[in-house]
């Protein structure tokens, strides 16, 4: 018969496994938005729709909205990630800051484009 | 990214699942600890190190590097049960380094072991005399062994015929003033005898730090207050502490 301290001994360990695993194997789900707040790419993508237009005030409104969002989502990922690939979103995301001050889309569109990449590579 | 905490998470990690791996490792590892086995275990500590502090990897790459060590390492103990073929392989055979007190000179180049370095592992085992081997075995742990010859080997009880009782473990019965009760059904007996042993020696069972039952049945008794003097302070002069 299993008692129940047996079945501890068992579960306990397995769930340890199973619950770090997925911390630290989950970069790819633990990304994506919980709730309608966060959507980073979302937000990503409406700001690209912005610089398109040249509405550089609006997307630089929606800019601190994406960086809201990264500091949220850096600190779930940053346990299944590589620090390198932080860094690279840290990285292109000033440079696409910077870019919008200059309203130099030379600047911003390498970059957002290095971002999309960077995000689908994220986990 | 807060790198103190992503390690602090990541040793924490590393640190049980270790455990859990060594754990299922088994015994083995430590008792049979071949040339393979020192390499594997060093690999094994090495990745779980990069898995704790390499922060420009991914946890994830190193736990998967240990659990096909894991996997590895069950596999060929699993092969070595199976087939002594492949255990011969794996671990390789004890080698006879000498023989009727001769060295066996060409078995001690094949294993690369100096007449030096065999001296000196049959020293420690307290033979001091080439003439005294009987036999010699380098084991596949590097250890070796030694079969005196039969001059040398120590009288035994039953060679003089002098009564013997069977061998037994000391069982201990009370830690730190708590009896085991398991360790006294083991040894058939009652806590009536262990508290009837206690009043003989005028102890409370509060004031036992270790009581432990005999080979010969009968119950030692450590008592938390010691009452030893100074007189064996090996220490020649005043240190920090």
């Known amino acids: 018969m299993i008692t129940l301290n047996k079945m501890l001994l068992y579960c306990i360990p397995t769930l340890f496994m199973l619950l770090s695993a997925a911390l630290l194997a989950g970069g790819t789900w633990i990304k994506e938005p919980l709730g309608e707040k966060h959507d980073i790419m979302a937000q990503m993508e409406y700001m690209h729709s912005l610089i398109d237009k040249k509405e550089w005030e609006k997307a630089s409104d929606e800019y601190d909205n994406v960086e809201a969002s990264w500091e949220t989502i850096s600190k779930r990922v940053q346990f299944s990630v590589e620090r390198d690939d932080l860094e690279a979103i840290n990285e292109t995301l000033a440079k696409i800051k910077g870019g919008m001050k200059q309203k130099d889309t030379s600047i911003v569109y390498p970059e957002l484009y290095y971002f999309y990449e960077l995000w689908e590579q994220l986990g | ?241």
């Open chain 2, 1 to 241: 990214m807060q790198e103190s905490l992503v390690v602090i998470v990541r040793a924490f990690i590393t640190f049980f699942v270790i455990l859990i791996y060594a754990r299922l490792i088994g015994k083995q590892q430590i008792g049979n600890f071949t040339m393979f086995d020192y390499i594997n275990g060093i690999t094994i500590g090495s990745i779980a190190a990069a898995m704790a502090t390499d922060l420009t990897t991914k946890a994830m790459v190193h736990w998967l590097a240990l659990s096909v060590f894991l996997i590895l390492t069950f596999a060929l103990q699993w092969i070595g049960i199976k087939s002594s073929f492949w255990s011969k392989v794996q671990d390789s055979e004890p080698v006879v380094l000498m023989q009727n007190g001769k060295i066996l000179e060409h078995n001690l180049k094949k294993v690369r072991i100096t007449k030096n370095e065999l001296m000196a592992q049959l020293r420690q085992k307290n033979i001091f005399s080439p003439l005294e081997v009987g036999l010699a075995l380098l084991e596949p742990d590097g250890s070796v062994s030694v079969l005196p010859e039969s001059p040398y080997l120590p009288v035994q009880k039953k060679d003089l015929h002098i009564p013997y009782h069977i061998a037994r473990l000391t069982t201990e019965v009370i830690n730190d003033g708590k009896i085991i009760e398991q360790n006294l059904k083991q040894r058939n007996k009652n806590k009536e005898w262990l508290l009837d042993n206690i009043q003989k020696a005028e102890v409370d069972i509060s004031q036992i730090a270790f009581a432990a039952i005999l080979p010969n049945d009968t119950l030692y008794i450590d008592t938390f207050a010691d009452d030893v003097g100074d007189e064996n302070n090996v220490s020649d002069f005043q240190g920090p502490y």
